[in-house]
Nanobody, 127 residues
Framework: QVQLVETGGGLVQDGGSLRLSCTAS????????MGWFRQAPGKEREFVAH?????????AYADSVKGRFTINRDNAKDTVYLQMNSLKPEDTAVYYC???????????????????WGQGTQVTVSS
């Protein structure tokens, strides 16, 4: 079992920045694709970004956040980060961290590919 805990959410103004953290316990995340998803009120959960478990740890982003958000991981700390810059009101959502054992980059866009989820952290961007 892997337990994931997200921190770092909050209220920020349009154009501001936040950094989300997701810390795992129970097992090391070395062999897990780590992803961030978000869900706004009345909408389905959507992919934000993921980072691979393989050498080089390549990343992928949703078009809506490309160039503004950066995902990275520190396996020594079993932690994944999501740096969010130039935030917009439409980024307002609950952000979830997820872990998928040996999941490929191609499959990492889909919530159903992940084995474990955090409880989520609220991000609110005011206009």
């Amino acid at each position: 079992q892997v337990q994931l805990v997200e921190t770092g959410g909050g209220l920020v103004q349009d154009g501001g920045s936040l950094r989300l953290s997701c810390t795992a316990s129970g097992r090391t995340i070395n062999n897990y694709l780590m992803g961030w998803f978000r869900q706004a009120p009345g909408k389905e959960r959507e992919f934000v970004a993921h980072i691979g478990w393989w050498s080089g740890s390549s990343t992928a982003y949703a078009d809506s956040v490309k160039g503004r958000f950066t995902i990275n991981r520190d396996n020594a700390k079993d932690t994944v980060y999501l740096q969010m810059n130039s935030l917009k009101p439409e980024d307002t959502a609950v952000y979830y961290c997820a872990a998928g054992f040996l999941v490929s980059s191609r499959d990492g866009y889909y919530a159903s590919s992940y084995d474990y989820w955090g409880q989520g952290t609220q991000v609110t961007v005011s206009s």
